[in-house]
């Protein structure tokens, strides 16, 4: 299996601030990854797939980036919405995902 | 509007099975790849099982491999999840995904059924 190693655990920040985000696969995943938003109490929304490809309807502010086996989620001026719980995911080979990213605010 | 509806979770002794259902609504079923994923109480996600539009083929990680069974009624436009020999560890949130963009890029969601393996 592809681990994904995601990093931070947990992060507080600032409204207007920019956050990023990191993720490492164990292995080259040629840009097959995508990340996901998950609010409180909610299911998991898709926000980027092929590593920096922005999924419909998903905010210009949230942007993807990497290859190889490193990946970045950017998130520009942070929104009080942008509270969320955010996970990577690899679909080079069956499906793994990052432990996950707590994002708060400061 | 897309919509996934998930029914059948509860509370099951280990050992024994549990079926879930996703009515899938607001797009063509039978085109989709369909999934499920799962989320342990306060962890991260776990992909489950997957299978194509036809229903043909199926893939499972091993964790659930020859216990969980994924099919689909294209007729019904719903998604099945048998499962058998269900052990404490199985306890999770069951989605049900939608596969649009690629085969295992999950881009909608249902809301989830809650499954508790527990004697």
């Known amino acids: 299996d592809i681990q994904m190693t995601q990093s931070p655990a947990s992060l507080s920040a600032s409204l207007g601030e920019t956050v990023t985000i990191e993720c490492r696969a164990s292995?080259?995943?040629?840009?097959?990854l995508a990340w996901y938003q998950q609010k409180p109490g909610n299911s998991p929304q898709l926000l980027i797939y092929?590593?920096?490809s922005l999924a419909d309807g998903v905010p210009s502010r949230f942007s993807g980036s990497g290859s190889g086996t490193q990946y970045s989620l950017k998130i520009n001026s942070l929104q009080s919405e942008d509270v969320a719980s955010y996970f990577c995911?690899?679909?080079?080979?069956?499906?793994?995902f990052g432990a996950g990213t707590k994002l708060e605010l400061k | 509007e897309v919509q996934l509806v998930e029914s059948g979770g509860g509370l099951v002794q280990p050992g024994r099975s549990l079926k879930l259902s996703c009515a899938a609504s607001?797009?063509?079923?039978?085109?989709?790849?369909m999934a499920w994923v799962r989320q342990a109480p306060k962890k991260g996600l776990e992909w489950v099982a997957t299978?194509?539009?036809?229903?043909?083929?199926?893939y499972y990680p091993d964790s659930v491999k020859g216990r969980f069974t994924i099919s689909r009624d294209n007729a019904k436009s719903s998604l099945y999840l048998q499962m058998n020999s269900l052990k404490s560890e199985d306890t999770a949130t069951y989605y049900c995904?939608?596969?649009?963009?690629?085969?295992?890029?999950?881009?909608?969601w249902g809301q989830g059924a809650s499954v508790t393996v527990s004697s």
């Open positions: 607001g797009f063509t079923f039978s085109n989709y790849y």
């Open positions: 092929d590593a920096n």
């Open positions: 292995e080259d995943i040629y840009s097959n």
């Open positions: 995904a939608r596969a649009g963009i690629r085969a295992y890029v999950m881009d909608a």
């Open positions: 995911q690899q679909y080079n080979n069956y499906p793994t």
């Open positions: 299978i194509s539009t036809s229903g043909s083929r199926t």
